[in-house]
């Protein structure tokens, strides 16, 4: 006789398109129901493209009806899955009108500063801001904003904390020690949804979510949660970054997330002294996969020990010293990204 765990372990065979997990760490599979040699199969499938979902049913039934004893399989996908995108938006941050990732391919390449700088700089342009830090496993959004208090409780949300007009929230508010967090798939999908659902956020017009880097669960997560308005990808230019970058800009768009553009972060150094540009990490990098791709580069950040300083003592650059040329590119790019975001928008 067929078992629910025989079908289980058959399903974790099959990779999410695109990525390298499976459905079932993905929580995609909702319930098996086995009548005989007669197997339904529950699927919460969050995409609104047809060839992902079509191709997942495909590999599904192909796979269950290997098994000896399985006669017919049905796939049927959940409620929660035949949602419309404005429908599971309501449940998921209700008051923002736009949401976007800022991503990186790997660590290392200053997302999290990036994402920082923009968010205050979008605040100085006059946009209600939110940043949510959903990178699980290293949460720096309150070290680089200077911020050690915890977020006020009302009894059923969390008040995000308001830092240079951006409202903050990051799993950092709510760790107790500086121990590693540990977690697989599920509780980081879990953690992230709550950080969107349980905290009152209000009325917002652009949220940045600092991403973990790579392309993941929290990526998958975010993508089948709310609708994303689109993804800024951070690289630095030498060719191992880009590499993962590419990879990123291709994540994204297999779930059908438009890229706003690509940020060429530490991308030369300008020395205090002669004024003498040296490219550390190489150049032309970013702008030749961004043309190849059909991507805006959005800017170029150089590397600089005034953004570097910002982000370790709590104030970022933008704020600190909005007249800095790297500041004025922090607010350059953010334009160019409403821009980009308005227009995909419409």
């Known amino acids: ?48 493209d047809q060839k992902v979902i079509q191709q997942i049913i495909d590999s599904v039934k192909l796979a269950v009806q290997a098994i000896d004893g399985v006669n017919s399989v049905e796939t049927k996908l959940g409620a929660a899955a035949a949602q419309p995108a404005p429908t599971q938006d309501s449940a998921y941050l209700p008051g923002v009108k736009y949401k976007i990732a800022v991503a990186s391919g790997k660590g290392g390449v200053g997302k999290s500063t990036v994402a920082v700088n923009l968010a205050v700089a979008l605040a100085k342009q006059g946009h209600k801001v939110g940043l949510l830090d ?7 959004i309150p070290l680089m904003l200077g911020v050690s208090t915890r977020p006020d409780f009302d009894g059923q949300k969390l008040k995000p904390i308001d830092r240079y007009g951006v409202k903050l929230m990051s799993l950092g508010f709510l760790l107790t020690d500086e121990s590693p967090v540990i977690w697989r798939g599920p509780l980081v999908m879990r953690a992230i949804q709550q950080l969107m659902k ?53 994540m994204f768009q ?34 030749r996969e961004c043309d190849r791709l059909g991507v805006p580069l959005l800017g170029e950040i150089p590397l600089d020990t005034e953004i570097r300083a910002g982000g370790d003592s709590g104030t970022p650059v933008v704020q600190k010293n909005p007249e800095n040329p790297q500041s004025l590119s922090f607010m350059h790019i953010a334009k160019r990204i409403t821009a980009n975001l308005f227009r995909t928008g419409e």
């Open 198 to 250: 349980d905290v009152d956020w209000g009325d917002v017009d652009i949220m940045l979510f600092d991403m973990p880097p790579g392309t993941g669960d929290a990526q998958l997560t975010l993508s089948q949660s709310v609708s994303l308005d689109g993804a800024v990808i951070v690289s630095t230019p030498q060719d191992v970054a880009l590499l993962d970058a590419v990879k990123g800009v291709q």
């Open 134 to 140: 959903a990178d699980i496993y290293g949460p720096s």
């Open 1 to 48: 006789m067929v078992s629910k765990d025989q079908i289980l372990a058959e399903l974790k065979s099959i990779n999410y398109p695109g990525f390298k997990k499976d459905i079932i760490s993905f929580g995609l599979v909702k319930d098996v129901l086995i009548d005989g040699g007669a197997v339904q199969l529950i699927l919460d499938i969050r995409t609104q």
């Open 254 to 287: 297999k779930v059908n997330v438009p890229i706003l553009g690509i940020v060429e972060n530490m991308s030369y150094f300008l020395c205090p002294h002669c004024n003498e540009r040296t490219d550390i990490f190489d150049s032309g990098g970013v702008k």
